[in-house]
């Protein structure tokens, strides 16, 4: 069941105060944060007055709404007034944003509870969430794992339920890999369907901020309250349709699903066979299942690598120690002052992204790398636009493995950068896609699947990932961790 | 083949400082890194273009005069500040 609805119930029937509810996950933070590394700022202060307005109102005979005081996360790259926002950058530490991103204005007014900040790469660069200058978040269902990246703190927090749910941002996988790793849900939406205003930019053409859930009825709930235009995005265009949560459980009987062949190739075994399982539980529920190929998506890791750091090396541009954040000590010049602040405040990750992009832009390569990529970029589009003429949508493994060790993904950063191989092609097409838990492997780690739809066609997938879950709920288990309710 | 010349060269242009002792390593990760990017040469050239994802062109607001942030709010997280400017000293 809805774990948003679950929380509503008991708080409109008053089995609970909102208070009590949220020093429930308050007190449950402090009790695991140590070991799960989820939460790098907690703000206890502004959830319980958040939680006495709802019991106020609900005291006073007022209904509430369902997302109205349920306790969440936001990833820490989501600008929150007055509320440090870091990226988990040294370059932002003490940085106090003066406004909210449009997502959180949107939850804030329709009442959630803001647990606090959780972990993430920094500046969202990586697969594991260890770039981090916190060190990173674990996976509940093995702490010795990573929770994956680069939204690991929202699903290492989401799946140990320290936060009912959280919103994350997905550049190359960010929402999908680590929702993948900790076995929960993760949605990344369709680009433009949700305002990036507040979200601080990584790869401006390729960054969307989604939900983190337990369950794919809640990825839709939250879906539903985020997604709507914008003036403050000029590339924010909204939900097209209605809400997505009201065609969650229709019949996907006749639904058409793509599998591209290139998606199962050197994936791991136990999560082929994972994804294998998946489609005979969907053509159990009637659904029909097509085959094809698609060699662009072959091209698509490097594409998304040259695009993301050229962009990310122009975003990044503006940490120079006058406006915000980090500022060197000691210096001689403004160029000294800048270059030492970028050099002592930016993670080694971070400065070999710069140093890419710019090299990839610059004089005598811009023709061979970005250009080029931008023009497979085109390929690769077509390629989709193609295959959804097949099909309704495509199901693909979310990653070729399940949560590495923890310090495994630092020692090598090209190795790390090809386990992005299934999430990267969906940025670069601007395409919607959730990934959902389908199995776990020997060791009991969580296998996730994702199911890829065509443009705003968000109500697709989600309708399609709840018939999975309806059908197989072994999947989606809970952890040892948390507030039971 | 990237040259320690070359990452010199774009450090200076990405405003970051390459420390002699980390500039062996940092050439040969990038060189990896090249080459993984060099993989889309074999890709065959499709002639597609792309302009942007959802073949959006610019909308214009209307040019009316709105309330911009407070001065005293944006200058909080400077790291120096006089006068309500942002404050750069050429040494420190």
Same mark, same amino acid.
């Given at each position: 069941m809805s774990e948003i609805r679950k929380i509503h119930d008991m708080l409109s029937s008053k089995q609970i105060s909102c208070k009590e509810l949220t020093e429930k996950y308050l007190t449950q933070i402090e009790n695991s944060n140590k070991e799960l590394n989820a939460y790098v700022n907690v703000t206890p202060d502004a959830a319980l007055a958040q939680a006495e307005k709802v019991d106020k109102k609900l005291a006073s005979g007022g209904e509430i709404g369902l997302l109205e005081g349920v306790p969440m996360t936001l990833k820490d790259n989501l600008s929150t007034k007055g509320i440090e926002t870091t990226c988990c950058s040294k370059i932002l530490t003490g940085y106090k944003p003066i406004y909210n991103a449009s997502v959180w204005d949107k939850l804030e007014s329709e009442g959630a509870v803001l647990l606090g900040k959780t972990n993430m790469d920094e500046f969202a660069m990586g697969s594991s969430c260890e770039t981090s200058c916190f060190g990173g978040a674990t996976n509940p269902f093995n702490t010795a794992h990573c929770a994956g990246g680069s939204s690991g703190g929202v699903a290492s927090a989401v799946g140990a339920n320290i936060a009912a749910y959280g919103l994350g941002s997905d550049t190359g996988g960010s929402i999908r890999q680590p929702a993948s790793f900790c076995g929960i849900v993760g949605l990344k939406p369709? +680009?433009?369907?949700?305002?990036? +205003?507040?979200?601080?930019? +990584?790869?401006s053409s390729l960054d969307q901020i989604g939900p983190i859930t337990k369950t794919v009825e809640d990825a839709a709930i939250v879906f539903d309250a985020i997604s709507d235009y914008d003036p403050k995005d000029s590339t924010c265009q909204g939900r097209q349709g209605e809400s997505t949560v009201d065609s969650v459980n229709n019949d996907i009987k006749g639904m058409k699903i793509g599998i591209a062949r290139e998606y199962l190739e050197g994936v791991r075994d136990d999560v082929r066979e994972a994804i294998l399982n998946a489609v005979k539980v969907y053509e159990s529920l009637g659904a029909e299942v097509v085959y094809f190929d698609m060699p662009a998506i072959k091209f698509a890791l490097p594409v998304y690598y040259i695009i993301a750091c050229a962009e990310a090396s122009s975003n990044l541009g503006r940490y120079d120690g006058i406006r915000y954040g980090y500022k060197a000590e000691h210096y001689n010049g403004t160029h000294d002052m800048m270059c030492r602040t970028r050099s002592e405040g930016f993670g080694d990750e971070v400065k070999r992204r710069i140093l890419l992009g710019t090299y990839v832009l610059s004089a005598g390569y811009y023709d061979a790398y970005y250009k080029k990529a931008q023009n497979l970029r085109g390929t690769i589009v077509k390629a989709f636009n193609d295959a959804f003429t097949k099909c309704d949508f495509v199901l693909a493994p979310t990653v070729p493995m399940t949560a590495f060790e923890m310090g495994h993904a630092v020692s090598d950063p090209v190795e790390t950068y090809l386990t992005d191989i299934c999430t990267v092609p969906v940025n670069i097409a601007g395409l919607p896609a959730v990934s959902v838990p389908c199995g776990f492997n020997e060791k009991g780690m969580p296998i996730g699947m994702q199911l890829i739809g065509n443009k705003f066609n968000e109500s697709i997938i989600l309708n399609a990932a709840n018939a999975y879950e309806k059908a197989a709920p072994e999947n989606f288990k809970t952890t040892k961790w948390g507030v039971k309710l | 083949m990237v040259t320690k010349e070359d990452i010199e060269n774009i450090a200076i242009l990405s405003k970051l400082f390459v420390a002699e002792d980390e500039l062996d390593d940092l050439t040969k990760q990038m060189q990896e890194i090249v080459d993984f990017a060099d993989a889309i040469n074999n890709a065959p050239d499709s002639g597609e273009e792309f302009d942007n994802i959802n073949n959006l062109s610019n909308v214009f607001r209307e040019d009316e005069v709105v309330p911009s942030l407070p001065c005293e709010e944006i200058l909080r997280n400077a790291p120096e500040q006089a006068e309500d400017h942002f404050l750069v000293r050429n040494h420190a």
């Open positions: 369709t +680009y433009g369907a949700v305002s990036r +205003y507040g979200l601080i930019a +990584y790869a | -």
